[in-house]
Structures are given as structure tokens and as C-alpha cells.
């Protein structure tokens, strides 16, 4: 190739690897069971996903092994409805942080899921 010829070549698109979806999902106190997402898996390009981690958070109240057994259900719910929504379990991985992560003063935003995604 010439050189005109490589000036005039376009940069390909950026490809996207990796997005992190905080608070995926919001809990009640003391509640692993969740009625909706706070973000659409249709926006999130989930079937070019190699790798999904689930993390787990609650709020202070409680003890750190309450919490940190309560943050694994809480992710464990959330993996079980991307399973039951066509994702591939062996891409899916749940950790908790218990109350070790906390991103505000207010309970109640930090009783939730958050998502680390890794793409093709």
C-alpha cells in the first residue's frame, strides 16, 4: 500500500471490552428476591459477553458474615435470572463484598448488584 492509500483508510470503530453496570439491581432490607432491573439486558450486548461477575452489597446493618451470606444470595438471584434469560452459566461467576463496598450514606443504594462485563 501507498501511502495516499493508508490515509485514506478509516480507524475501524472502537470495540468495546469491558462495562461495569452498578446498582444492576436495588434490594428491600434484608431481601434477595427483586422484582425488576434498574437497567435493560437488551442494552447491555449480552451475547458477545465472555465473562459476567456478579457482585453482591448490602448496607451495614447486620454483622459481616450476615452480610457477606446475604450479598452471595443477592447475587446468586441475579445470576439465576440471567441464566433463566439465555445467558450462559459458564460465563457467569457471583462474589459478595457484604457491606465492604459501600457507594453512598444511604442504606437502601447500597443493598444492590452490580455487573462487571467482559466482551469478545
Known amino acids: 500500500k501507498t ?10 470503530e472502537p470495540v468495546q ?3 461495569e453496570v452498578n446498582s444492576f439491581v436495588n434490594f428491600a ?5 427483586f422484582k425488576a432491573t ?3 439486558l437488551s442494552t447491555l450486548n449480552m451475547s458477545k459477553a465472555t465473562k ?5 452489597h448490602t448496607d451495614s446493618k447486620g454483622t459481616d458474615e450476615y452480610n457477606f451470606a ?14 433463566k434469560n439465555n445467558i450462559s ?7 459478595s463484598f ?3 463496598a459501600p457507594i453512598s450514606n444511604v442504606d437502601a443504594s447500597n443493598r444492590r448488584v452490580d455487573l462487571k462485563i467482559t466482551y469478545k
Open 3 to 12: 501511502l495516499d492509500d493508508i490515509k485514506t483508510l478509516k480507524n475501524p
Open 17 to 19: 471490552t469491558y462495562k
Open 29 to 33: 432490607y434484608d431481601k434477595y428476591d
Open 38 to 40: 434498574n437497567t435493560q
Open 52 to 56: 459476567v461477575e456478579i457482585e453482591g
Open 70 to 83: 446475604l450479598g452471595l444470595k443477592r447475587a446468586n438471584s441475579v445470576k439465576a435470572y440471567l441464566i
Open 89 to 95: 452459566k459458564n460465563i457467569v461467576s457471583v462474589k
Open 98 to 100: 457484604g457491606e465492604a
